[in-house]
């Protein structure tokens, strides 16, 4: 069993900047960010995945991800942020062929 727990999240003004944290119980294979707005499916905002990272062309430029090892955690660097950019964030993982989840944050970008 893997637990994901996920913070940082809230309201920011457009333009403004938000980190988000994901902690890991273990070390996984493939660890990313997906986001979720109000009746649209989720989708990927970025991924590590065999040493290398994904993202999604909506973000690129904008959004960093990087990846703490030791603390098995995940790290979402939000700049230049845009009202479309408003959804629930999931952290999301791989690990031994099973894929987990965290508990979804959200982040709110409005004047």
């Known amino acids: 069993q893997v637990q994901l727990v996920e913070s940082g999240g809230g309201l920011v003004q457009p333009g403004g900047s938000l980190t988000l944290s994901c902690a890991a119980s273990r070390s996984l294979f493939s660890m990313g960010w997906y986001r979720q707005a109000p009746g649209k499916q989720r989708e990927l905002v970025a991924v590590?995945?065999?040493?290398?990272?994904n993202y999604a062309d909506s973000v690129k430029g904008r959004f960093t991800l990087s990846r703490d090892i030791a603390k098995n955690t995940l790290y979402l660097q939000m700049n230049s942020l845009k009202p479309e950019d408003t959804a629930v964030y999931y952290c999301?993982?791989?690990?031994?062929?099973?894929?987990?989840w965290g508990q979804g944050t959200q982040v709110t970008v409005s004047s």
């Open positions: 590590i995945i065999s040493g290398g990272t």
């Open positions: 999301g993982g791989d690990y031994s062929g099973q894929s987990y």
